[in-house]
């Protein structure tokens, strides 16, 4: 059976909201949780993050009138929830002088077992914040600059700046490293 | 995501399908949809207008059981005298006031009445009319006095 497209989901949702959120939870819950995940970096703040984009989404998805593509919508809910855990996990880090920044690299036992993904996944983490979201919607999801900016709120020729210095730094980063 | 490219993060084997479950449980079970808001916002009303209603009923009920405030009750005499009581009681009752203000009726017409008679009168006659509205009059007996010069 063809999997329905976002603009049927949506119809659907308004008939029958448990199966068509169910649907969709399917469809999105991993490149949600990555979303997050190249934000946040640790695990626990993505998947809270994750959940709560989607609490998000059950509570307003009615009220999405179509203005924007689907996937803009979502990843701009998870986009500034991650950005909200951002905020918290900021906040903890000053609060705790032992932060402990070893979970953070603990997490490389994650990581693919190939050195090329642990390499980039560290570069990632490197890069500042903005960057990191560019080129993983741009190198990851594939993204237009266009749907990149309603989603992050900001210029396309900015975006496209940011891009280029995470290509840039990533590639510096791969070949020193 | 792309195909081709490989996820540099890597998460639990189950971890998805749990995610799923507790996102469900948040939502589709948890149902904190609009019509549920509608219901909570009808309770929320319906609530108000009981408390409302309890509130201005047990308003009245105090008001009725409430002790009679410290009033200036004035009770005239006549034209020139008046008699100012600041509070007969503090927990007189309205029949009791009723009662006293009938009292205080009653002597202003019969103090009507003396006026209204001629002060020329005789001692018997004065005996006689305050008999005959009620006063008490004692005869002063002579040798109670004793000694006592006035």
């Known amino acids: 059976m063809k999997p329905l497209s976002d603009k049927e989901l949506i119809v659907a949702f308004r008939n029958q909201p448990e199966v068509a959120f169910s ?9 949600v949780y990555f979303q997050c995940r190249r934000i946040l970096v640790l695990h626990e703040d993505a998947d809270d993050a994750t959940q709560n984009t989607f609490v998000k989404v059950w509570r307003n998805l009615e009220n999405f009138k179509g203005d924007s593509k689907f996937t803009t919508w979502l990843y701009r809910i998870a ?3 991650s950005l909200t855990q951002l905020k ?6 000053l609060e705790s002088d032992d932060f402990d920044k070893s979970k953070m690299h603990n997490d490389s036992s994650n990581l693919d077992a190939e050195t090329i993904n642990a390499l980039l996944a560290e ?39 940011n891009y280029h210095h995470a290509v840039k730094k990533i590639k510096e980063k791969l070949q020193i490293d | 995501m792309k195909p081709g490219y490989k996820e540099p993060y890597k998460v639990g084997e189950k971890y998805f399908d749990n995610l799923e479950e507790i996102i469900i449980a948040k939502t589709i079970k948890n149902k904190p949809k609009s019509n549920n808001r509608v219901m909570w916002f ?17 308003l009245n009920k105090s008001e009725d059981n409430k002790p009679m405030e410290q009033t200036t009750v004035i009770v005239k005499i006549d034209d020139k005298s008046t008699i100012e009581s600041s509070v007969l009681v503090e927990s007189i009752s309205s029949d009791d006031l009723t009662e ?32 005959e509205v009620g006063l008490v009059y004692m005869d002063l007996d002579e040798d109670l006095l004793g000694e006592i010069e006035i």
Request: include cysteine; hydrophobic fraction near 45%; aromatic fraction near 8%.
């Open chain 1, 23 to 31: 649907a969709i939870l399917k469809k999105y819950k991993e490149p």
């Open chain 1, 79 to 81: 986009y500034n929830e």
């Open chain 1, 88 to 93: 918290k996990q900021k906040k903890t880090q």
């Open chain 1, 123 to 161: 570069a990632l983490e490197s890069l500042p914040e903005k960057q990191r979201m560019v080129f993983h919607y741009r190198y990851f999801e594939d993204l237009a600059f266009k749907q990149i900016a309603e989603i992050m709120e900001t210029s396309e020729g900015g975006l496209k700046a």
């Open chain 2, 42 to 58: 009808s309770l929320a009303a319906a609530a108000s207008v009981i408390m409302c209603i309890w509130f201005a009923v047990s």
């Open chain 2, 100 to 131: 006293v203000l009938a009292e205080a009726e009653t002597i202003k017409v019969e103090e009507a009445v003396l006026i209204e008679k001629p002060v020329d009168i005789t001692d018997q006659e004065m005996e006689l009319l305050m008999e």
